[in-house]
């Protein structure tokens, strides 16, 4: 028996922020919870079951927080998961949520991610003080810069590149009502002139530390056909993982993310993804991942993918737009990213983007990944029902 | 072989909370001596209150003060209190129904000893003397012989009301880093760095993790590999992170040593750090007393060829 086709009906997210101190944790997740149904104008009681993500417990230092989430995303009664999967874990928790849509295990599933860094320290969750272990060296972006330069030395690409991107997502994210950094004076002079934190990475290409939340209602073909707005349909979705850290381990491309792009182009049917797929929305946390990633999910060629940055083809109005929602680098609650990703996806081939809507957009990849580059969570969404 | 070493871990964070509309009142009501609950859409009174029902989800906002006094709903000695629980001598665990509420409350009775305590025995809060919003304003509950109390109509409005708390959380770990890590910690006391190598794939891990990860078998060869290695590749870190006595710039590496098949990641010093580049070849500096390497310097070698490292960034 064929798999069930899968539509995204409802999507919410709160106005991502530095600190939402006005509500708990069960307020910010019920907020993307109610304005997902708002969106595909559905109760609670339309709800069969409820999946949800977030980085590490130890972020906000909540044991197992659906525990007490259940009563706010209405889960009484219903089934209610929780995905766990580092920074990749809002693509995987949409993916799960998806797989039991199409297994036909429920008609409709609430799928939500969240993270309230105001009331987290990430980097002290990450980084315990290990007896007998080397202290941290570097902090945050010291674990990424390496990989950065790798990636320079193999490609060739000038140093300009990172700013690029950050210029271009920071631009982006002014026509994005939900993102949390509007940077109206914004300049690619400013980008490139501020502080060089962890060379070759510069302040302006990190991404900032937010509160927020992000959900979405996915349905099978009775729940799309009763819909009101344009469903996005699901027509391939897939994880993989690999180690933090193997002999051979390529930081710089990881086999796991090629893997997982080429499971969700076999399911789709995609031939060639810079010419099948219109747009990307890829986890991009510093901006040199836009060049990386782009080789990775086989847009470009090895070593070739900063070319497209550099000729505007990742622009809003470029072939290949990438990040049109501002991405990582304006939005970071990190167990939300991942999801965030998968949202915009959707919104975009519904025809939803609002101001930074790409015409045409017909089938949409979104990509989220996490840990040491180990956990890699992507989905191809189109306007158009899969084999139709 | 080695003792396999041990150590305590202490893992502990002072969290904050925004505590929400409903949260806000219940823990300010403490500090005010007043307990409230919430109306639930089926007319239910509980306590402590939520932010949302139960049974349909809608938003809760109906606060409702209940009693001081309440009924044991059900209970547990606990002979041997532990740091941070709300008594230092032996207390029972209470589940209290306030008089007026549906729901009863986690919290502690004193009494001298288990055959002062059964369910359905009358109890009142003992307030703490000094209150700041937090559960344990209600110090504990105490047997009480006395009329019910009849709740006020608080409406759950307070001046200056909290809306934010410190959660400070604890734990504490016996941390071991297994055989393999302790077998290289202490090959390291002797300023030598010995890895595993894989039965399977031949790679060397360093510092060993017991098993390849790539193959999924245990690693028990060991091989001294380095001193020397090569840069694979670095930042220069221009912000001082906290808890850390470096002074910046600085240069952060990952470092190849001589037969191993992973880089480790040091700091790099006795050399400017924009001279830094990959394929730098150097050594371990080590200072008297401590496990690790304090730095790599330059061994005045020819830099390594790009291809003799470039599956090792």
């Known amino acids: 028996m064929s798999k069930e086709p899968v539509a995204v009906t409802g999507i919410g997210q709160t106005k991502h922020v530095a600190a939402r101190r006005d509500v708990s944790i069960a307020g910010l997740v019920r907020e993307a919870a109610l304005r997902a149904l708002a969106d595909a104008e559905l109760t609670w009681a339309d709800i069969d079951a409820v999946v949800i993500g977030k980085a590490p417990d130890f972020f906000e230092g909540v044991m197992m927080p659906e525990l007490y989430l259940a009563d706010a995303l209405g889960a009484v009664g219903k089934p209610m998961l929780r995905v766990h999967t580092a920074g990749s874990v809002g693509g995987s928790t949409a993916l799960v949520a998806a797989n039991l849509v199409a297994a036909r295990v429920h008609g409709t599933v609430l799928t939500l991610a969240f993270e309230k860094q105001s009331e987290s320290n990430a980097m002290w969750g990450l980084s315990l003080p290990i007896p007998f272990q080397q202290p941290l060296l570097a902090g945050a972006g010291g674990f990424f810069a390496p990989h950065v330069r790798a990636y320079m030395r193999r490609s060739g690409a000038p140093d300009t590149i990172g700013s690029l991107v950050a210029y271009k997502d920071r631009r982006n994210a002014l026509l994005n009502p939900y993102a949390h950094l509007h940077e109206h004076d914004i300049t690619l002079e400013k980008v490139q002139a501020s502080p060089m934190l962890w060379d070759p990475i510069r302040y302006s290409e990190t991404c900032p530390s937010s509160d927020g939340a992000c959900a979405m209602v996915l349905t099978d073909r009775a729940g799309a056909a009763r819909a009101p707005r344009p469903p996005a349909w699901l027509l391939g979705g897939a994880m993989r993982s690999e180690p933090t850290l193997f002999a051979g381990k390529d930081f710089v491309s990881p086999q796991a993310g090629k893997d997982c792009a080429a499971d969700v182009y076999r399911q789709a049917g995609i031939a060639d993804p810079r010419r099948d797929i219109d747009a990307v929305e890829m986890y991009v946390p510093f901006s040199w991942y836009e060049p990386m990633w782009l080789e990775n999910l086989g847009f470009a060629a090895e070593g070739e993918g900063w070319k497209l940055t550099e000729a505007g083809v990742t622009e809003l109005d470029g072939d290949l737009p990438v990040n049109m929602s501002g991405g990582v680098l304006s939005t970071n609650p990190i167990g939300a990213s991942g999801m965030i990703r998968f949202a915009e996806a959707a919104l975009q081939v519904r025809g939803q983007a609002g101001e930074h809507q790409v015409a045409r957009a017909r089938r949409v990849l979104g990509h989220a990944y996490g840990g040491g580059s180990q956990f890699f969570s992507m989905w191809l969404v189109g306007s158009e029902p899969p084999d139709s | ?313």
């Open chain 2, 1 to 313: 072989m080695p003792e396999v070493l041990k150590a305590p871990l202490v893992v502990e964070f002072p969290f904050t909370r925004s505590l929400g509309p409903v949260q806000s009142a219940f823990l300010t009501g403490l500090r005010e001596g007043t307990v409230l609950g919430v109306r639930t859409t089926d007319g239910r009174v509980l306590v402590p209150p939520v932010e949302y029902d139960p049974v349909t989800a809608d938003d809760l906002s109906d606060l409702v003060e209940v009693a001081p006094t309440g009924t044991v709903t059900t209970w547990a000695w606990n002979h041997e209190p532990r740091r941070g629980q709300p008594l230092a001598t032996p207390f029972a665990w209470v589940l209290v129904r306030l008089d007026g509420a549906d729901t009863a409350l986690l919290h502690v009775l004193d009494v001298p000893g288990p055959d002062a305590v059964h369910t359905g025995m009358r109890v009142r809060v003992r307030w703490a003397a000094e209150r700041t919003g937090a559960i344990t304003d209600i110090a504990c509950f105490e047997p009480y012989e006395g009329e019910a109390v009849e709740p006020g109509g608080h409406s759950g409005v307070f001046e200056n009301p909290l809306t934010g708390i410190v959660a400070p959380a604890r734990l504490d770990y016996t941390y071991s880093p297994g055989r393999a890590q302790s077998a290289y910690i202490d090959a390291l006391s002797a300023r030598r760095t010995v890895g595993e190598r894989c039965p399977s794939c031949r790679k060397v891990y360093v510092p060993p993790r017991g098993a390849c990860p790539t193959c999924g078998v245990a690693t028990a060869e060991q091989v001294e590999v380095g001193p020397r290695g090569t840069v694979t590749t670095f930042c220069i870190v221009n912000i001082k992170a906290k808890n850390l006595d470096i002074e910046v710039p600085y240069v952060y590496a990952h470092i190849a040593l001589d037969g191993a098949d992973l880089a480790l990641h040091a700091r790099i010093g006795g050399i400017p750090y924009d001279r830094v580049r990959m394929g730098l070849r150097v050594e371990p500096v080590w200072t008297e007393g401590a496990r690790y390497p304090d730095h790599y310097r330059p061994t005045g070698e020819p830099d390594a060829d790009y291809e003799t490292y470039k599956e090792l960034l």
